[in-house]
């Protein structure tokens, strides 16, 4: 042993094999947890921690449907508004955004347009009456100074809705807008200079950096997860036992490459020709099958695994249950 290897040839391979114990085994573990770490400070110790799963994070990556909509999330509308010229018909959005110094692009989102509701038009042309002249639909009424509310069957309100909604689209002008690419035209063609009209938009700009936000000192990925290498007297006899077989193929590496400074000795009367490519391989061989192991053991024990067991085993319970008599109470 002292020709060849030393004391320290041993301690080095043994430090290293709890090195990649540790770098397996918490590799794995950011892998498995990334995504309820991530955000949590990086100068807590996270290696005897028990991480609990969060729904905070899934919700700020479902934060982005919500920009979408207008109903939340990280991107801030603005509104704008455009005068309308005689005889326009079509008004460019973006040319707008450029005019008024917003740069990088907008989207636009929202005119605020919207033809009068029929129901209005119901109320104001008065097609219902009730007794004694008294609008009969919706709001109050005062007969002889008494409040009084008259109710038709819904089923003919939304048949007359309909009927207003159909006749103005037919005889009236259709009030509209059409948005192509934040190209904006007009129905019908504005006939006066001066109406404005207004929209939501948001900065495509500030689209892109609302995906990156500055954590400080937070996890952002598995470079910063906060796992320190494992102590030798906190790990348990399954892992030394791996450490052990690991440490074991290290040595018989270093021997090899150790014996291969010299393919052959000279001994009286002959050569003999030394191992060095047998160890190598056998080293090499077995440190791949160690890896392979120890990753197979921990994709057995990930939490998806183990919840897979647990339904597994409760569906067993109940099948098991199942074969039990079920006695008949009678009262």
Request: glycine letters at 8%; proline letters at 4%.
């Amino acid at each position: 042993m002292e020709v060849e290897l030393q004391d320290l040839n041993f301690y080095t391979a043994f430090e290293e094999a709890i090195t990649t114990y540790g770098n397996e085994l918490y590799a794995y573990q950011v892998r498995d947890n990334l995504l309820n770490i991530a955000g949590s400070p990086t100068s807590s110790n996270m290696n005897h921690a028990t991480v609990i799963p969060s729904m905070a994070n899934i919700i700020k990556l479902t934060e982005q449907y919500g920009s979408e909509a207008g109903v939340g999330g990280y991107v801030d509308y603005h509104s704008g508004s455009i005068a309308t010229t005689a005889s326009i018909q079509d008004y460019n959005l973006t040319q707008w955004a450029l005019d008024n110094n917003i740069t990088g692009g907008i989207e636009i989102k929202r005119i605020f347009y919207q033809s009068i509701p029929a129901v209005n038009q119901l109320y104001g042309l008065n097609l219902f009456s009730g007794l004694g002249g008294v609008p009969a639909v919706g709001g109050a009424s005062f007969a002889n100074g008494v409040p009084g509310y008259f109710m038709y069957p819904t089923s003919l309100l939304i048949q007359t809705t309909q009927a207003i909604e159909l006749q103005n689209q037919v005889a009236l002008s259709d009030y509209s807008f059409e948005l192509v690419n934040n190209k904006l035209r007009i129905f019908p063609i504005p006939d006066r200079t001066g109406n404005y009209i207004w929209f939501h938009y948001i900065s495509l700009e500030e689209r892109t950096n609302s995906i990156i936000t500055q954590a400080g000192s937070s996890v952002t990925n598995v470079s910063n997860a906060n796992f320190t290498n494992p102590s030798y007297s906190q790990i348990n006899s399954i892992g030394r036992q791996w450490i052990f077989e690991y440490t074991l193929s290290l040595c018989k590496e270093m021997l090899g490459y150790v014996r291969g400074k010299y393919a052959q000795i000279p001994i009286p009367g002959k050569e003999i020709s030394l191992n060095q490519s047998d160890l190598i391989s056998a080293a090499t061989a077995e440190k791949t099958a160690l890896i392979e192991r120890l990753r197979l053991y921990m994709d057995e024990t990930s939490r998806q695994s183990l919840l897979t067991r647990r339904q597994a085993e409760g569906d067993a319970a109940m099948i098991e249950l199942g074969k039990s008599p079920m006695t008949i109470f009678i009262g």
